[in-house]
């Protein structure tokens, strides 16, 4: 085997572990709250640490769960590593939360992505794709991750 292999071989896993664990440490820094109401669900969620707790109210019907995740942030890409749908309240009368119907379809373990733009000082605009195509607008408190702490996005100059 050559040297210039050799050299390769060690250096790949050693710069992919790096890498690793920058987008960890990234991810890591966040420090938020976020809070919306859309389409007759108030959202309130909370990061610290990496681990991000949201609770869902459907405002409808009265039925409420809390959702953890991992969050891993890159640049203004969000993936959520969701590991626990806990249905805390159910709903009142007969009806039937969407609520729901979503957190019972996606099972325990769940990924979602969201892209994500600040339009204001404490607003931010998420983009969904995956289970649907939405777009929230939240009220958020913090940083989302370690490089927005240290290097903020600018908002859009309209």
């Keep these: 085997m050559t040297r210039k292999r050799l050299f390769l071989l060690l250096i790949f896993p050693v710069l992919v572990g790096i890498a690793g ?3 960890l440490v990234n991810s890591m820094g966040c420090n938020y709250t976020l809070r919306s109401t859309h389409r007759d669900v108030d959202y309130y969620g909370v990061c610290r640490g990496g681990f991000v707790n949201l609770v869902e109210t459907d405002l409808t019907t009265g039925s409420t769960w809390t959702v953890g995740a991992f969050q891993f942030s890159l640049a203004d890409q969000l993936l959520f590593v969701v590991h626990s749908r806990n249905h805390i309240r159910e709903s009142s009368g007969k009806a039937t939360s969407v609520l729901d119907t979503y957190n019972r379809s996606l099972g325990a373990i769940s990924f979602v992505n969201y892209a994500w733009m600040p339009v204001g000082r404490r ?24 490089w927005d702490a240290y290097f903020p996005y600018d908002r859009p100059a309209y």
């Design 21 to 23: 664990l920058a987008l």
């Design 123 to 146: 607003r931010v605009v998420f983009f969904q794709t995956s289970p649907y195509h939405d777009v929230l607008t939240m009220t958020r408190e913090g940083h989302i991750s370690l």
